[in-house]
């Protein structure tokens, strides 16, 4: 899971080391940055899961503390995050208004069964 997050650094350029002969170095610095991106999730004990909207919003800090403090993925994998995020939240709050549609739905099947029992009673 810490290998997607993993980004390499800005100031690597592949191709002009891999011309130079810096391919070792390359690999080296990639490590290097995958072992700092590894060691920042291990602290935090990996993502939480999307199970709850709370889990869902320290998600949503630890992507931005690992694209901005920790500079640990790039723009494209944290945006890519914060919509997988948004997404589960929408997700999430359809499901919540489907509940409370199906139970305003039946509190009026309620009162219609009790207005047509008050009306045969007359």
Same mark, same amino acid.
């Given at each position: %899971? ?6 390499? +650094? +800005?100031?690597?350029? /592949? ?5 130079? =002969? ?5 690999? %080296? ?9 590894? =060691?920042?999730?291990?602290?935090? =004990?990996?993502? +939480? +899961?999307? !199970?709850?909207?709370?889990?869902? %919003?320290? /998600?949503?800090? %630890?992507?931005? &503390? ?10 494209? &994998? ?11 939240? /929408?997700?999430? !709050?359809l499901r919540q208004l489907q509940? /409370? ?5 039946s509190q009026v099947a309620a009162?219609?069964?009790? &207005?047509?029992? =008050?009306?045969?009673? &007359?």
């Amino acid at each position: %899971m810490t290998a997607a997050l993993v980004r390499v +650094p +800005p100031r690597i350029d /592949r191709v002009e080391l891999a011309r130079s =002969g810096g391919i070792a170095k390359a690999a %080296m610095q990639i490590a290097a940055a995958q072992a700092a991106t590894a =060691g920042v999730l291990e602290v935090w =004990g990996g993502f +939480p +899961p999307l !199970d709850s909207v709370e889990h869902a %919003m320290e /998600r949503l800090d %630890m992507i931005c &503390r690992l694209a901005i403090e920790h500079q640990a993925i790039d723009g494209t &994998r944290a945006s890519a995050g914060v919509r997988a995020v948004e997404q589960w939240l /929408r997700a999430y !709050d359809l499901r919540q208004l489907q509940l /409370r549609i199906a139970e305003l739905e039946s509190q009026v099947a309620a009162y219609k069964a009790d &207005r047509t029992v =008050g009306r045969r009673g &007359r």
